[in-house]
């Protein structure tokens, strides 16, 4: 998937902050080429370039990320011979583990627009996962002092941000129906003795097609925004 950002620039121009391009690759997505459209459109949102925000919801090709302060400490295996693709980027939070069958949202949000505190903004994020699960009729948990959401005592979604003068980028991964095992090889998000679960334990046969529509909804109502989804490649 290739994004024409001039193209959606002069769209998004006159468009207004609460009005956000969506874009969901059909495809596998390399974690740099993600990383890449986030901070393409941050920057065009810090220049003032564009109005609109912009949020992906995809799936990645198998890979781990380490936050800014992350330890290498909570990596299982050789950091210099990883088994998948290992990056250190820049959110905050420990490391985390990216496949297919994990439904991962980036948000590219002006914060400006809506409360200048990072708080609130990973407590909205939760909320919206506690949405989507209540959707599917299940109920999420979050825990005091730590950010993500579980169900029955086991995470099922991970959270990390960054944000530049109060853009953001990065967001969230829900775990739908990923094979686990690649979590055994780090400490997830460096909680040790952490159980990661999947929601198709509790809904067989639950896919990521059944749950994006979900959750775009979810990201709509939570944030007030009204989606742009033409063909922008």
Not at 114 to 143: S, T
Not at 182 to 194: H, S, T, V
Request: hydrophobic share 40%; with cysteine.
């Amino acid at each position: 998937m290739l994004i024409d950002f001039e193209k959606v620039v002069s769209i998004g121009a006159s468009a207004s902050s609460r009005r956000a391009f969506l874009f969901e690759p059909k495809d596998l997505v390399h974690f740099e080429t993600a990383w890449e459209w986030q901070r393409e459109w941050q920057k065009y949102l810090l220049e003032e370039a564009i109005a609109s925000p912009a949020v992906w919801l995809l799936q990645h090709q198998n890979c781990y990320t380490l936050g800014r302060g992350a330890s290498e400490l909570n990596l299982l295996f050789n950091s210099k011979e990883p088994p998948h693709d290992l990056y250190r980027i820049d959110r905050g939070g420990e490391v985390t583990y990216h496949l297919p069958g994990q439904l991962v949202v980036y948000l590219v949000l002006d914060l400006r627009n809506y409360q200048l505190d990072l708080d609130w903004y990973l407590r909205q994020l939760e909320q919206v996962l506690i949405d989507v699960l209540e959707a599917l009729g299940l109920q999420g948990e979050q825990i005091p002092g730590l950010t993500g959401l579980w169900l029955d005592g086991r995470k099922v979604a991970a959270i990390g941000i960054g944000c530049r003068r109060w853009v953001t980028q990065h967001g969230l991964a829900l775990n739908v129906n990923c094979e686990l095992k690649g979590f055994d090889q780090i400490i997830p998000c460096g909680l040790r003795g952490e159980r990661i679960a999947c929601l198709n334990q509790w809904i067989q046969g639950l896919t990521v097609d059944d749950v994006q529509p979900i959750m775009r909804k979810c990201l709509g109502n939570r944030f007030n925004l009204e989606w742009i989804s033409e063909d922008f490649h």
